[in-house]
């Protein structure tokens, strides 16, 4: 069974912090995917990692794909309020029909 | 372009009732998927769609959950009856595969659900 564990599963931080948010697994994953999910709405992506090794960055945030492709990372740099939410990473499941498998997801909270 | 419809927004229903929720996908988007998100944790598939066809169900309580995408368009997802553990919020959402294996998936703003 393929799962993704995300720690920590909660964050409060003062604005302006830096964070990191982990998502490991013990199988691999061909790619792995973060979303953003806000208070009341649906998770939207952020970014797809698909080279073990990848390194994307998105303004002040980065994402890495772990070598082996069974792990990532999310690092936000300097956080904003506005980065407040519910952080998930999902990635492909081995049926290989696009069904997604969603780690528990962190929430991060960002105090001005 | 339009993203993933979903209604109601909330829902609040006492247990042992029934209930439905309603899906429009992206337009042109041949995968839809049911997901049970409960508070605090990752969604959970409860079902896939491929144009009207059943991919995966195999998370869909079946004694007491029922989906339908009859024509290949919007979808329709029914609890009946409902019990207190299926509160948590119902997400829709649409993918168009690509080749490659690319699989983003755009959802819909959700229905909360509340069984009393």
């Known amino acids: 069974t393929q799962l993704l564990e995300q720690s920590p599963q909660f964050l409060s931080i003062q604005e302006g912090e830096n964070l990191t948010v982990y998502c490991n697994s013990s199988?691999?994953?061909?790619?792995l995917q973060w979303y953003r999910q806000e208070p009341g709405e649906g998770p939207v992506l952020l970014v797809t990692?698909?080279?073990?090794?990848e390194v994307k960055k998105l303004k002040r945030l980065t994402f890495q794909f772990g070598d082996a492709r069974k792990d990532s990372s999310l690092h936000i740099t300097a956080a904003q309020p506005g980065d407040t939410g519910l952080y998930l990473c999902?990635?492909?499941?081995?049926?290989?029909?696009?069904?997604?498998?969603f780690g528990q997801g962190t929430t991060l909270q960002v105090k001005p | 372009e339009a993203g993933v419809a979903q209604s109601p927004r909330y829902k609040i229903i006492e247990k042992r009732q029934s209930v439905a929720f309603w899906c429009n996908p992206i337009?042109?988007?041949?995968?839809l998927y049911w997901y049970q998100q409960i508070l605090g944790q990752g969604p959970k598939l409860l079902i896939q769609?491929?144009?009207?066809?059943?991919?995966?169900d195999s998370q869909l309580p079946k004694d007491r959950f029922s989906a339908e995408r009859l024509k290949g368009v919007d979808s329709t997802l029914k609890i009946q009856p409902a019990k207190l553990e299926d509160s948590a919020v119902y997400l829709c959402?649409?993918?168009?595969?690509?080749?490659?294996?690319?699989?983003?998936?755009?959802f819909g703003p959700g229905t909360r659900l509340t069984v009393t």
């Open positions: 999902a990635g492909p499941g081995s049926s290989n029909t696009g069904k997604l498998i």
């Open positions: 769609f491929q144009n009207n066809g059943v991919v995966d």
């Open positions: 959402a649409s993918s168009s595969l690509r080749g490659g294996g690319s699989y983003e998936q755009y």
């Open positions: 990692v698909v080279t073990g090794g």
């Open positions: 337009s042109g988007h041949a995968t």
């Open positions: 199988s691999v994953f061909s790619s």
